[in-house]
């Protein structure tokens, strides 16, 4: 019996349970960053604390605006190319096509709190900025045998963990992957691939 895609996987569930699929992935890495950085920090809540920073001016410069060129960059190639190129194999549109926008929000919030503590707060504080970036783009394991997707992925990883890099901010990496997520799950839902092109 061949094996099914997650692709084929996601299609026939329905959203309740895609939602209930997200949900406790994005549980299980934010229970990973913590376990992590309990054995990885010297003193837990100083070494978590030293990564956040409310600074307006920093989080304008380093996640806002490197959010925004992203999604400008983003959606110049999905208006370009084939729609093929970029396809994830309707993973992302079935996720966001049926759901309301307080949910996501919240989705997005909690994938990009999750991930980014994962990533930019412990593996890349703990591992440095290049193993950090690869091990984030080999999570979105189905952009793999997509080219344009896993370049996308790639930049935006090593892009965000620069950001990282020079600021040690986990609010801008959070600022900035929430941004794109946001932007891009209402432009599903409501633009080219939502309910607008059915």
Not at 66 to 80: A, E, K, Q, S
Not at 90 to 118: D, P, Q
């Amino acid at each position: 019996m061949k094996r099914k895609s997650q692709s084929e996987l996601i299609m026939e569930m329905n959203d309740r349970e895609i939602t209930l699929q997200l949900v406790l992935t994005q549980l299980s890495i934010l229970i990973l960053a913590l376990i992590g950085s309990v054995f990885l920090f010297d003193a837990f809540w100083s070494d978590w604390s030293s990564q956040i920073d409310f600074h307006a001016s920093e989080l304008l410069v380093y996640g806002l605006i490197p959010g925004l060129m992203v999604l400008l960059i983003d959606l110049f190639l999905v208006y370009r190319l084939p729609r093929r190129m970029y396809d994830d194999g309707g993973i992302n549109v079935k996720v966001f096509k049926n759901r309301s926008s307080i949910s996501i929000i919240g989705i997005t919030l909690l994938v990009a709190v999750s991930e980014e503590m994962l990533f930019r707060g412990v593996l890349h504080a703990e591992f440095g900025y290049v193993v950090a970036s690869v091990l984030f783009a080999v999570m979105h394991i189905r952009y793999l045998t997509k080219i344009v997707l896993l370049i996308s992925v790639l930049f935006v990883s090593f892009f965000i963990g620069y950001m990282y890099e020079v600021t040690g901010n986990l609010l801008v990496t959070i600022l900035a992957h929430f941004l794109i997520d946001i932007v891009l799950a209402f432009w599903i839902r409501f633009g080219k691939w939502g309910e607008a092109d059915e």
